[in-house]
């Protein structure tokens, strides 16, 4: 474990507590961080039940720089008024015998605070050793370990040929599928974000990335899309991206007439806004040159998106594909391939119930 792991006894109380948390042994997990905190990162399944919020927690630090006595004063006075509303809105629902688990940042006054009242009243009560210290680096070391335990299989193919729609659909079909993007929130380009939906914080996708990977039995393989070293923001450990460069790849190819009318539905608000797409592509016009940018930009004007999101595809992402994928995936001419005709619903399901039979004969 990494330095802000507990040692000695304290790492085994923390390693059967933490498993208890995340297999669901708790009526209730508490995080006794502020908001902001929380937002961050914090154990999957915790619920978020502050002994100070995001504004009082500034007011104690603050105040602990010149005053720690006053500090002290202000910050307990706010934790039991803060604890005394959350037992009444939702502790008081579980019964006498409910098992809980608290923690802070580093397992200290915050998760003590919340401990003594838990246990006054009278609930089986854990709390955490180190705290989230403690549990972001077991996170670290699981990212370095668990993804050098799976098989990958790896679904490589250039953008709107179905890739990630093939991964739901062989999750549908009882396949172990690795979504990164979905994790991510992102579709994984320079237009990839999603409208309205933020992606999650780099530490909290961390968290929801280890979940799903204790979920995978290692008996079977792991689908996965091949996937840069970021999507948006995100950064994917580097041991899956070796897992998933050394995995067995699956060529996918699709009719451009599919893969168009695939991006006007992922892309729709492109469609209906096509100035905000070339708002965002600006940065592509040194890499393409002028007279090809020039091209897009009339495309766009005159409001023809088929025509523009065919031409991004074959005068630039296709041949950004080619060239990403040659670098990384150099065993890429033996690829299995599978070729889909059309990319709705009923095809990607019959392909996926092959692959996932016959994996073998794709």
Request: a positive charge.
């Amino acid at each position: 474990m990494a330095k802000d792991s507990p040692s000695g006894d304290e790492q085994a109380r923390f390693s059967s507590m933490l498993r208890g948390a995340l297999d669901g042994q708790y009526a209730l997990v508490i995080d006794a961080r502020s908001e902001r905190e929380y937002a961050a990162d914090h154990l999957p399944r915790a619920v978020n039940l502050p002994v100070v919020d995001n504004e009082e927690y500034a007011e104690v630090g603050t105040t602990h720089r010149s005053d720690t006595h006053r500090a002290y004063t202000i910050g307990v006075s706010y934790a039991l008024r803060n604890i005394s509303r959350h037992i009444d809105e939702l502790v008081a629902r579980h019964p006498k015998d409910a098992r809980m688990l608290v923690y802070c940042f580093r397992g200290g006054k915050r998760s003590k605070l919340w401990f003594d009242a838990l246990s006054t009243i009278g609930f089986r009560v854990d709390r955490l050793p180190g705290g989230w210290k403690a549990y972001r680096a077991w996170v670290r070391d699981q990212l370095e370990t668990l993804p050098r335990t799976f098989r990958c299989h790896v679904l490589c193919g250039p953008t709107g040929c179905g890739k990630t729609r093939l991964l739901s659909a062989l999750e549908s079909v009882g396949a172990q599928v690795l979504d990164l993007e979905g994790l991510a929130r992102h579709r994984g380009s320079l237009i990839g974000d999603l409208p309205g939906i933020a992606q999650p914080p780099q530490k909290w996708f961390d968290s929801l990335l280890v979940e799903k990977l204790r979920g995978f039995d290692p008996s079977r393989p792991v689908w996965v899309e091949s996937e840069s070293r970021k999507i948006g923001a995100i950064q994917l450990p580097t041991s899956l991206l070796e897992a998933i460069h050394g995995g067995r790849l699956f060529g996918i190819s699709a009719p451009m007439a599919e893969r168009v009318s695939l991006w006007r539905e992922d892309y729709s608000h492109f469609e209906r806004d096509p100035d905000s797409l070339m708002a965002r592509l600006r940065f592509l016009r040194p890499l393409v040159g002028g007279e090809e940018f020039a091209l897009w930009e009339g495309l766009a004007r005159d409001r023809r998106a088929p025509e523009l999101f065919q031409r991004l595809m074959q005068a630039h992402y296709d041949p950004a594909y080619a060239r990403s994928i040659g670098r990384n995936y150099p065993q890429i001419e033996k690829a299995a391939r599978v070729e889909l005709r059309r990319l709705d619903r009923d095809s990607l399901l019959e392909a996926a119930r092959r692959l996932h039979r016959e994996p073998a004969t794709a």
